[in-house]
């Protein structure tokens, strides 16, 4: 049914089927659920209602997961790179970080970037903010992505970079 009500206290099993199953590239759905009768109201007193949205992956018989992390740049605006999703299923970065280094091999930055999953097919393309100086004395950048489905898909991105990287247009 697209609508089940319980009641409170009680525990209802929802089971899922889908038709027809997914063949060469995983599907992904969400099961949305919402509490939408809201007690009565009682003056003086704040109603919270419950909202949850659950994603659900429906995998295909051969699970192939291909991550390809590039077009790591650094400029006068910050420094940016992209990763995409190139296989069938989704993946999960686990951490997405990026280091710039100056001439004598010493960190100058870090900047430890947020990401969410990334579905079959997905590009996304991040943008960490630099000062100027942390950009002037980088000569060297890194960006580096490790995943919850398994270190096999952890990827990596080198770039030199030169001193008139960060010039201002």
Known sequence: PQRLEVAGGETRRVRVGIRPAAERIERSYRVSLEQISAPEPVP?????????SLPLFAQPKVRKATVRLDGLAIDATG????????GVVHVTPRRLFAT????????VWTREI???YLL???TRVYHQTLTL???RRTRSAAAEATFLEGTGLNVRSTLPVG????ARP
């Open 79 to 86: 420094v940016r790179m992209t990763l995409a999703n190139i």
């Open 100 to 107: 710039g280094t100056d001439a004598s091999g010493r960190t």
């Open 133 to 135: 100086d942390e950009c």
């Open 163 to 166: 001193p008139g990287a960060c």
């Open 44 to 52: 003086g007193v704040v109603a919270m209602r419950m909202r949850y």
């Open 120 to 122: 079959p097919g997905d």
């Open 114 to 116: 947020s990401t969410w």
